[in-house]
């Protein structure tokens, strides 16, 4: 089975205030694509959608509008895409192999 997984740095808020780093969790979203042909544009899209679906599961929104929370947000979705990035460009050159 062919799969990306989207690892993120996920902050728990606590009463609407970010946790301290020594709370921070690492959150990892397995995404599946042995159902796609990545040697297509369409293929690579539809991977593409799955991957943004599970940055925004690992990186739920706060419920607050601390500026905290919402630079923590940001920096999980940022890291979220640049880790699965290396790993989306490695899945569709292998397809291509």
């Known amino acids: 089975m062919r799969n990306l997984v989207v690892p993120a740095l996920a ?3 606590l009463s609407g205030a970010i ?5 921070a969790e690492t959150v ?9 042909d990545l040697t297509t544009k369409a293929g690579q899209k539809v991977l593409e959608s799955r991957v943004a ?8 929104k706060p419920d607050t509008r601390s500026l905290k929370a919402a630079g923590a947000w940001q920096s999980c979705k940022s890291s979220a895409a640049g880790n699965a990035a290396g790993q989306l460009e490695k899945s569709i050159e292998f397809a291509r192999l």
């Open 11 to 13: 902050a728990i808020c």
């Open 19 to 23: 946790a301290p780093a020594a709370m």
């Open 28 to 36: 990892t979203v397995e995404v599946t694509h042995a159902d796609l």
């Open 53 to 60: 679906a599970a940055i925004k599961t690992a990186c739920a």
